[in-house]
Structures are given as C-alpha cells and as structure tokens.
C-alpha cells in the first residue's frame, strides 16, 4: 500500500486543521491506520489509531478529547481531524499502516510498515 498524507499548513493556536491520509494499492480495511508526528529535535511519537473495523480507537494522552481519526471507506481515505491546536503539536505528521498487528490496534511504531511522507503542522501562539 501506498500513503499519501496531505493537509499540513500554519494555524493560530486554538485553530483546527484536518489531515488527509489517502491510500493506493490496497484498501485500507486491511490495515490498522496511524498516526505519527516527530518535533524538530525529538523522536517521532504516536497520536493516533483506527483498527482494521474503525471500531476502535486510541490516541496519546496529549491529543485525547482534541483530535479524532476517522476512515472513510469509499475515499480508501484516513483523517485526523485536529481542533484546538497548541504551540507544542507543531510536527511533522505522518500516516502509517500496519497489517499484522499482535493486538487490534496498536500503537507500536515498529509494527507499521508503510509509511506515507510527512505533512508538517505549525501552530504559532
């Protein structure tokens, strides 16, 4: 499968931004979806999950209650909706996909296995 993410840009803190991941290759249904961001000067991290139904859900504690990922089955497409955006969620945000996963969602990085390039999000306070 390939990844394409899409929908980075500058945003006032405070602001949303909604982050597109569209697939090729394969359909998205086979794949635990997520989504990573790495900070300048910092290991990349996980935000986000969607397991193979987009049944289930999980995200890092910084982002519950602010971001939500969704998959839209048709468009073979994953988002990560972002509302009130802080100065410390600027990164480079990736979408990965893992396809055999130990657990239904996971959000272990080395378990996904197809990386889409980065979309950079900077929010100024």
């Known amino acids: 499968v390939q990844l394409q993410a899409s929908g980075g840009g500058l945003v006032e803190a405070g602001g949303s931004l909604r982050l597109s991941c569209a697939a090729s290759?394969?359909?998205?249904?086979?794949?635990?979806m997520g989504w990573f961001r790495q900070a300048p000067g910092k290991e990349r991290g996980f935000v986000a999950a969607?397991?193979?139904?987009?049944?289930?859900?999980k995200y890092a504690d910084s982002v519950e209650g602010r971001f939500t990922i969704s998959r839209d089955s048709a468009k073979n497409t994953v988002y990560l909706q972002m509302n009130s955006l802080k100065p410390e969620d600027t990164a480079q945000y990736y979408c990965?996909?893992?396809?055999?996963?130990?657990?239904?969602?996971?959000?272990?990085?080395?378990?996904?296995?197809?990386w889409g390039r980065g979309t950079q999000v900077t929010v100024s306070s």
């Open positions: 990965a996909a893992a396809a055999s996963p130990i657990m239904p969602i996971t959000t272990t990085e080395y378990e996904y296995s197809f």
């Open positions: 969607i397991s193979k139904s987009g049944r289930s859900t």
């Open positions: 290759g394969r359909t998205i249904g086979s794949y635990v």
